[in-house]
């Protein structure tokens, strides 16, 4: 609060700021605030305070008021004023336009800053006058309370061992009701809230005081206001605050309100209060925010939303409470003030007090919420559901009779009313809740309705009906585990004398049949068939049929509890699906027969695979063909193979010994069948393994079971294939980092070999294993392929090149030399066999590789290599490789003459010249061959440059692998060809980009990889 000091006494505002709330008196306003002439600091000092005594509080806000009314009277003739505030005259309209006052007045407060907080504070001191005077009613009208009762204390205060002996209890006495709110509380808190308040505590006349005083306020939060009363609260108690109609206006009916004041002051009107907003003076009591929990309805409703709102209220108080009394009383209260739309909700609520009260309840249903709207959007199947909702087998019938047949007659007595009669309004009730009922639920109808029972006991009364209803249930149920609860429906069914079945009504049945399967396929229209689909296909089929088709369904219900016994159990709408389908048998046949992987209790023992074989043989009918039968498609010989084959897939392969001696099999199967299921079988326990080790796990059982039949190639090949799969996986190879190989990868590998590649190059000492390496490309199935022996040799000489093992890589070169001068021996006539070519380019590129390596020291086994590479290259491949053969030749003779030269210096003994190759004994080995060709190779000092430019064209395409030196070798040995003279190893080329990325890549060109 500001402070002002007066020319009369200058301590005034010091003494009345030092005063506390409670120590203020009528006296102090008198003699403190009266005198002080600033009207601002006196209204401020009057707004500042809220005190708890109305009197005083009166005197403020008297005294406040009083010091505002002149600001208010100038902030109104500012507004009236047209023109500028200079000397002339003022010409005050009776009627200006708006926007000229607004601007007027707004620029008015902007340069009187003081009036315009003057006139703010009087608009907050008028509106606390009327709350205090609204205040003081409500405490008149407060109910009178004992003194006793108002100062009651813990009954353990009552014995209270320090009080005199003597003392008599203090008669009771009465005092004026006490305030629901302290004053100060009533002046700061909105008035709306404080209406949630007293709706919540039921002070309802506090409540219709504040309505009848403050109305204007309150209209717009006054269903707010009343959705906070206790919805337990009976509507008599507070009928004059609900919401009335006018039939007149069709429309809510606003009340008359008798406010304190029969005319707004200026300061409250919205003209100055819009100024006060946009002038810029900042206030110091500013506009409180309007209540935002609040949704405000300011104009009246109309007739059609009064009476949601009452719904909703219904529906609000029933969900809430669960007092239908309660609903009752209220739409009692709108029927009399003449809401429409409300006619039917007594008989509603008397149907949902018999559903509350009556119907059968489950453990959790005190939780359950039921309102008006919600039984107002159930549908009638709905509602039958809802009384049925927890009964049990038991109770099903007592509640259908004496829930659900009441409930069924006011509907249909409604529909009688309403002109449109609907006379299976019953049966259809009725029979759509059973076809969606459970199926003990069914059956415990279906006995209360049995033929043998009197016709006014019977729940359904029709006997075909009973027998409709049945196939409908049962072929659209997709339980799997209740067939002692179907066996307990078909015996309820009614049974007919009819005559035997002939060839044609045969035909009928089977045609009865398939079309009933065609129905029960899902298609795209019609993903699955439900009961009451069934029902429609039923109806129409006459008593003979109706019989058959029961004829049918007890072979249905044996079958599916043989199918159920053995674990694998389907549906009954499966066999009229499967009826005509072989797959579908097959799939199930197979399914039964492998049902021991699958179970826990497994079949150990032969007698227990008899007696599934037993009943997969009953399954499949006579050998006729019984139409009626699950495996109806299946010869006898069918189950019997899928039989062994799951007797396979379990990994019983001593009982399979056993039972193909045993009379139910033997001579059954041929040893070719026995062959290819066994096959068959590895090959499925083989690529479901998830290890490779043949030791254990499904990957032995795919070893184990190729012991059942008798020797023969293909069986010798898939356990070799087995071993080699084993040895595979123990070499650790990965499919992708982190993750070994697996099983099911190695067999849908295509190439093979690049399987003993990956083994190569990821062990490091797998090249030293010749023998183990051939062997295992044996088992990969590659027994007698000479072709792919000389690959994998290649392939171990080029991984021993790698690491620069040169006596292993020049053994293993041998072996392949001789490997294919042995093919080529043994076919001397057929030369140009595309296996012999595809072999002799591997051996020769191999020996080329190895020949013309630089840091292999064995000259003469680096001759002789190359000359294998001469004798086995294409014709067009020879000056290339006799360009590095000279290279080679002329290092050698270097190195001759500098070892002489170092041995005639030291005056050592020359020791005897050393077994080489000569260029005159590989002329003569390939004398015919350049014969055949008419070449004649240049003795003059380009020669050896111009083989050297032949085979740079060939050698971008050899990805070779040359070690980790990554030198060009070919460039290294042209140098010398043309200087006549060694050059050091320093002086060498790089290799090419196509040579780094051969290196790379490894012993790969051997399988045809792309070199990329």
């Not at 006619?343 to 039921?370: C, H, N």
């Not at 078909?490 to 079945?501: G, K, N, S, V, Y």
């Not at 003795?939 to 032949?950: C, E, F, I, M």
Request: with cysteine; hydrophobic share 40%; proline share 6%.
């Amino acid at each position: 609060m500001s402070t002002a000091t007066t020319s009369s006494a200058p301590d005034l505002p010091s003494q009345w700021s030092t005063l506390v709330d409670d120590e203020v008196s009528i006296a102090n306003v008198e003699q403190l605030l009266k005198p002080i002439n600033d009207d601002l600091w006196v209204s401020a000092a009057c707004v500042d305070r809220i005190l708890e005594d109305a009197t005083v509080q009166r005197t403020l806000l008297d005294l406040g008021i009083e010091r505002t009314s002149q600001a208010a009277q100038r902030a109104r003739d500012a507004a009236a004023r047209v023109g500028s505030d200079d000397d002339e005259a003022e010409t005050i309209q009776e009627t200006v336009d708006e926007r000229t006052r607004h601007t007027s007045l707004t620029s008015y407060f902007s340069q009187e800053p003081v009036d315009a907080q003057l006139c703010r504070i009087r608009a907050v001191l008028l509106e606390r006058l009327d709350r205090l005077n609204t205040w003081v009613e409500i405490c008149k009208e407060a109910p009178v309370q004992n003194e006793d009762e108002e100062d009651a204390i813990d009954e353990e205060w009552e014995d209270d061992p320090w009080a005199e002996d003597n003392a008599a209890p203090a008669p009771p006495t009465s005092k004026p009701g006490k305030a629901p709110v302290p004053l100060s509380a009533f002046f700061t808190v909105d008035l709306a809230e404080t209406a949630c308040l007293f709706a919540s505590q039921e002070r309802f006349t506090a409540l219709r005081i504040l309505f009848d005083r403050h109305g204007t306020t309150l209209w717009p939060y006054r269903f707010s206001i009343l959705e906070c009363i206790p919805e337990y609260a009976l509507a008599t108690e507070y009928r004059e605050l609900l919401p009335s109609f006018d039939a007149s206006l069709n429309a809510e009916q606003r009340p008359h309100a008798r406010s304190w004041r029969e005319e707004a002051d200026y300061s409250e009107s919205p003209e100055c209060i819009r100024a006060l907003v946009e002038c810029g003076v900042p206030l110091s009591v500013p506009y409180p925010a309007a209540p935002s929990r609040f949704t405000a309805n300011p104009s009246p409703l109309s007739s059609s939303d009064l009476s949601s709102w009452y719904l909703r209220r219904i529906d609000h108080v029933l969900s809430s409470t669960g007092l239908v009394d309660a609903a009752l009383v209220l739409v009692q209260h709108a029927a009399s003030q003449g809401v429409p739309g409300l006619d039917e909700v007594g008989e509603d609520l008397s149907l949902i007090a018999r559903l509350v009260y009556d119907a059968s309840q489950g453990v959790d249903s005190a939780a359950e919420d039921w309102s008006l709207e919600r039984w107002r959007s159930m549908s009638p199947e709905e509602v039958v559901r809802a009384y049925l909702a927890h009964s049990t087998e038991v109770s099903i019938a007592r509640d259908i009779q004496k829930l659900v047949m009441p409930y069924l007659f006011v509907l249909e007595s409604r529909a009688d009313r309403a002109g449109t009669p609907d006379p299976d309004l019953i049966t259809r009730m009725l029979y759509g809740y059973i076809l969606d009922a459970h199926l003990d639920i069914v059956a415990a109808i279906f006995e209360a309705s049995k033929p043998t029972l009197a016709q006014g006991q019977r729940i359904i009364k029709d006997d075909e009906d009973m027998a409709r209803l049945a196939l409908a249930c049962l072929y659209g149920s997709d339980k799997l585990d209740e067939w002692p609860t179907m066996s307990r429906i078909f015996e309820c069914l009614p049974a007919w004398d009819t005559p035997e079945i002939e060839d044609a009504d045969a035909d009928e049945t089977d045609t009865t049949i398939a079309s009933l399967g065609n129905f029960v396929t899902p298609s795209t229209t019609r993903p699955r068939v439900t009961p009451s689909d069934l029902l429609l296909f039923f109806k129409p089929l006459p008593t003979t049929s109706l019989s058959r088709a029961l004829d049918v369904l007890d072979v249905h219900l044996e079958s599916g509890e043989i199918l159920a016994r053995w674990g694998v159990p389907a549906p009954l709408r499966w066999f009229l699906q499967s009826n005509s389908n072989i797959g579908e048998q097959r799939s199930r046949a197979n399914r039964m027969a492998r049902r021991a992987n699958a179970s826990d209790d497994q079949l150990d023992t032969q007698e227990d695979w008899e007696w599934l074989l037993e009943d997969m043989l009953k399954l499949a009918g006579s050998d006729e063909g019984d139409s009626r039968s699950a495996f109806c498609l299946l010869s006898r010989d069918d189950i019997i193979r899928i039989f062994f084959s799951g007797l396979l897939s379990t990994g019983n392969f001593d009982i399979a010994k056993k039972l193909l001696k045993s009379s139910n099999l033997k001579g059954s199967l041929d040893h070719q069948i026995i062959e290819d299921i066994c096959l068959t079988c590895s090959q499925e326990l083989y690529d479901n393994a998830t290890s490779g080790n043949y030791h254990f796990g499904d990957m032995k059982l795919a070893y184990d079971c190729l012991d059942v039949p008798e020797p023969s190639d293909r069986v010798v090949q898939e356990k070799e294939f087995i071993e080699a799969t084993s040895r595979l996986c123990s070499f650790n190879l990965m499919s992708r980092p982190g993750i070994p190989i697996s099983p099911i990868e190695i067999r849908l590998t295509k190439d093979r070999l690049s399987l003993v590649s990956r083994v190569l190059s990821s062990n490091n000492d797998a090249y030293k294993h010749t023998e183990v390496i051939l062997d295992l490309v044996h088992k990969l199935g590659f027994r007698g392929d000479i072709v792919a022996e000389v690959k994998t040799l290649a392939m171990l000489a080029e991984t021993a090149l790698q690491v620069e093992d040169f006596g292993r890589a020049y053994e293993t070169s041998e072996k392949m030399v001789n490997t294919v001068l042995l093919l080529r021996s043994s076919n001397p006539v057929a030369p140009e066999d595309p296996s012999i070519q595809e072999a002799s380019e591997v051996c020769w590129l191999t020996c080329f590789q190895l020949g013309r390596h630089p840091e292999f020291p064995d000259v003469d086994k680096k001759l002789a290599l190359l000359g294998r590479a001469l004798e086995f290259c294409p014709p067009e491949k020879l000056p290339d490789i006799l360009a590095a053969w000279r290279a080679l030749e002329e290092e050698d003779i270097d190195q001759r003459r500098e070892a002489l030269a170092a041995r005639k210096r030291g005056g050592r003994r020359r020791s005897a010249p050393r077994q080489r190759v000569t260029g005159a004994d590989v002329a003569a080995s390939l004398a015919s061959r350049l014969q055949n060709m008419q070449m004649h190779i240049p003795a003059s000092p380009d020669a050896a440059a111009l083989a050297n430019k032949a085979f740079s064209r060939v050698a971008a395409n050899i990805p070779f692998s040359f070690g980790g030196r990554g030198r060009s070798y070919l460039s290294q040995d042209s140098d010398r060809s043309r200087s006549g003279s060694r050059t050091g190893a320093d002086g060498a080329h790089v290799v090419s980009e196509q040579a780094s990325r051969a290196l790379q890549k490894g012993i790969g060109w051997l399988l045809g990889a792309d070199d990329e």
